[in-house]
């Protein structure tokens, strides 16, 4: 019974820094997911409990910087379709094929995130979208946006980082509103995973009750966090950890 209590003691802590690294972020799943795998769940359903209860969380980080998101206007629309339809994908792989491919390219799809974060700058130059101040790459946006919520409805781990660098890379905006964007889009992919998951999947709900209320905390203080943070030191944030996540996952 003692051993129980502290099983679910550490994953509601997993939740509480989950929460708070993905609403700063992203990668904040990774956290959890080898906490479920050590309380005896197997894969498949420690990665779909992971999903599901990482919801709250983007609630909480969306609550948090309802401002910044507003600043992002009209992008908002295509963006949020994308990143549905491409969720709903994504849990049909999930349910229909094995994961080998999918496991074996995400360290690498997560290091390179890092990389291009670091030199979001010349990068921007190269790909003919310098200005911060002009338009989007709109068809680059909506596309990549979809392409990372394929892998966020099968996989999950990492997809607010890969969102976030896509919207750095091809959106014009502040970081901290393209951060409340992230959140949003990554709410959004969480909400189709659970409606399926909790249909579909075998969710381990003990463990969702656990990680639900310490993961909305981690979102809102992690929300607020991101707010305050400094534009450089919000992106070189999201490096640091984007590069750790990759390395732990290669590793693992």
Same mark, same amino acid.
């Given at each position: 019974m003692?051993?129980e209590?502290l099983?679910? !003691?550490l994953l509601?802590?997993a939740?509480?820094?989950?929460?708070c690294?993905n609403?700063?972020a992203g990668?904040?799943?990774?956290?959890?997911?080898p906490a479920l795998? !050590?309380?005896?769940?197997p894969?498949?359903a420690a990665n779909?409990t %992971?999903?599901?209860?990482q919801f709250?969380g983007?609630?909480g980080?969306?609550?948090?910087q309802?401002?910044?998101l507003?600043? %992002?206007g009209?992008?908002?629309?295509?963006?949020?379709v994308a990143a549905?339809?491409?969720?709903l994908? !994504?849990c049909a792989?999930?349910?229909?094929l094995p994961g080998?491919?999918?496991?074996?390219?995400?360290p690498?799809?997560?290091?390179l995130?890092?990389?291009l974060?670091a030199?979001?700058?010349?990068?921007?130059?190269?790909?003919?979208n310098?200005?911060?101040?002009?338009p989007?790459?709109?068809?680059?946006?909506?596309?990549g946006?979809f392409l990372?919520?394929?892998?966020g409805?099968?996989?999950?781990g990492?997809?607010?980082?890969?969102?976030v660098?896509?919207?750095?890379?091809?959106? %014009?905006? *502040?970081?901290s509103?393209?951060n409340?964007?992230?959140n949003?889009?990554?709410?959004?992919?969480s909400?189709?995973?659970v409606v399926v998951?909790?249909?579909l999947?075998p969710?381990d709900?003990a463990?969702?009750?656990?990680?639900?209320p310490?993961?909305?905390?981690?979102g809102?203080?992690?929300g607020?966090? *991101?707010?305050?943070?400094p534009a450089a *030191?919000?992106?070189w944030?999201?490096v640091?950890?984007a590069?750790a996540v990759a390395?732990?996952?290669?590793?693992?």
């Amino acid at each position: 019974m003692l051993g129980e209590w502290l099983e679910l !003691g550490l994953l509601a802590l997993a939740g509480f820094v989950s929460g708070c690294v993905n609403a700063v972020a992203g990668g904040g799943s990774l956290l959890v997911f080898p906490a479920l795998l !050590g309380t005896g769940l197997p894969p498949l359903a420690a990665n779909v409990t %992971n999903a599901v209860a990482q919801f709250p969380g983007f609630v909480g980080a969306v609550f948090s910087q309802r401002g910044d998101l507003r600043a %992002n206007g009209r992008r908002l629309v295509p963006i949020s379709v994308a990143a549905l339809l491409g969720s709903l994908g !994504g849990c049909a792989l999930l349910l229909s094929l094995p994961g080998a491919v999918f496991d074996a390219v995400v360290p690498a799809l997560v290091g390179l995130s890092a990389v291009l974060m670091a030199f979001q700058h010349r990068i921007r130059r190269w790909i003919g979208n310098p200005d911060q101040h002009g338009p989007d790459r709109s068809v680059l946006l909506t596309a990549g946006i979809f392409l990372a919520s394929v892998y966020g409805g099968y996989f999950g781990g990492a997809r607010s980082i890969i969102l976030v660098v896509i919207l750095v890379l091809t959106a %014009n905006a *502040a970081l901290s509103t393209l951060n409340a964007a992230k959140n949003l889009l990554g709410l959004l992919g969480s909400l189709v995973t659970v409606v399926v998951y909790a249909l579909l999947a075998p969710v381990d709900w003990a463990a969702v009750a656990a990680l639900v209320p310490t993961t909305l905390l981690g979102g809102m203080l992690g929300g607020r966090l *991101a707010r305050r943070l400094p534009a450089a *030191a919000l992106r070189w944030t999201v490096v640091v950890i984007a590069a750790a996540v990759a390395l732990y996952m290669a590793l693992d």
